[in-house]
């Protein structure tokens, strides 16, 4: 994707080669900058305070926190301890346990001094395969686009529900639920975004609405609870989301008001996709409602919202009396049975078992975890 025209990822080296920068997303939309990562606690930070979020993203920046700390200490024990400490970070995006995994079974068989130049290699792998993947994701996600154009018989703009930000910052590029509204734009097809403020952090409001007006496409922000009057009216053609987990049976763990909107959607008739990479599925979980653990964050940001003053300044305003308790589960679960059609690089299919290894064959002979 480009800002101000300069092809930009999310997360990249920085011209020094070792040092990782990423867009700090806790300041959009009000100021664009770039924060340098150098340590494995730094890119802990990063994921913890939510300077990067989306799952796939989050999964790559851990990838290069276990690059950054292999280049400080390549033992045993600092790949254990940081492994441990970015894992401990968000629990419930499975990319990130993934990303883990993946780069500590690599470099563990490794001697120590060959750790560094190993972790750098597969971390930046990780970031192209995630491009690959929502690449694919966009193209896959074109052809729904296109037939609800031709469906309304292109005489109006195909009208899209998103909620919380599943576009190009929530990944290394393109995104998973925004690229196929990207590319159905950059086809020639009409297309308009209803963009959920997605509370409490709204990140549909701050970060789904910036990529959009950066892109050109054409969006409108509601606050969450306009979801269900909008598709009462007929205004939602067709609802699109992101995960950070979707178990093997396929229900989505997506952010907290995902699951109103499906069963709205459900109400009103109006399909219902999930845009995932394969790396989201957790394929050791069946029961979500068990299995799933749904990160409770801070309740300051429920009490209160941040936002720029008009002397461009930034400000947290308390908006809940100061005794009152509050709770913020960040996250819910879309049971299966809401979902029309999950969105994988691999192609379409319905959101069960059976569709998904129709999919990935290759995990037929894998028994559960």
């Not at 097809?189 to 709204?202: G, L, S, Y």
Request: net charge negative; proline share 6%; glycine share 8%.
């Amino acid at each position: 994707m480009k800002i101000d025209g300069v092809p930009t990822r999310s997360i990249a080296l920085a011209a020094d080669g070792w040092a990782v920068e990423v867009i700090d997303q806790t300041l959009l939309p009000h100021a664009f900058a770039k924060r340098r990562l150098e340590t494995a606690e730094a890119a802990a930070e990063a994921i913890r305070v939510m300077r990067v979020r989306g799952a796939p993203l989050i999964g790559a920046t851990a990838a290069y926190g276990l690059a950054l700390a292999m280049r400080t200490d390549p033992s045993d024990a600092a790949l254990e301890h940081a492994a441990q400490m970015l894992v401990a970070t968000r629990p419930t995006a499975i990319n990130l346990r993934w990303a883990v995994d993946d780069m500590t079974a690599r470099l563990r068989p490794l001697p120590p001094g060959e750790r560094a130049a190993a972790a750098y290699r597969r971390a930046a792998e990780i970031c192209d395969e995630d491009v690959a993947i929502n690449t694919a994701i966009g193209s896959h996600g074109l052809d729904l686009i296109r037939a609800a154009w031709q469906a309304a018989g292109r005489a109006r703009p195909v009208n899209v529900l998103t909620h919380c930000n599943a576009g190009w910052l929530a990944t290394v590029d393109w995104g998973t639920a925004l690229a196929p509204i990207y590319m159905a734009h950059d086809a020639g097809i009409p297309v308009h975004v209803w963009v959920d403020e997605t509370r409490p952090r709204n990140q549909g409001a701050a970060l789904t609405a910036w990529e959009l007006g950066r892109h050109g496409v054409a969006h409108t922000v509601v606050v969450d609870n306009a979801g269900g009057h909008l598709m009462q009216h007929g205004l939602v053609d067709l609802c699109l989301v992101g995960t950070d987990r979707t178990t093997s049976r396929g229900d989505v763990c997506n952010k907290v008001g995902t699951y109103l909107k499906a069963l709205a959607a459900r109400d009103n008739d109006v399909p219902f996709y999930v845009a995932l990479p394969g790396p989201t599925i957790d394929w050791t979980l069946e029961d979500a409602l068990s299995g799933i653990p749904i990160e409770e964050r801070d309740g300051r940001e429920v009490s209160h919202v941040i936002g720029c003053t008009d002397d461009g300044r930034m400000a947290a305003v308390r908006i809940t009396p100061p005794d009152s308790p509050v709770a913020n589960h960040a996250f819910d679960v879309t049971p299966a049975r809401l979902v029309t059609a999950l969105i994988t690089e691999r192609g379409v299919c319905p959101a069960t078992r059976e569709g998904l290894l129709s999919l990935y064959p290759e995990r037929h002979n894998r028994p559960l975890a």
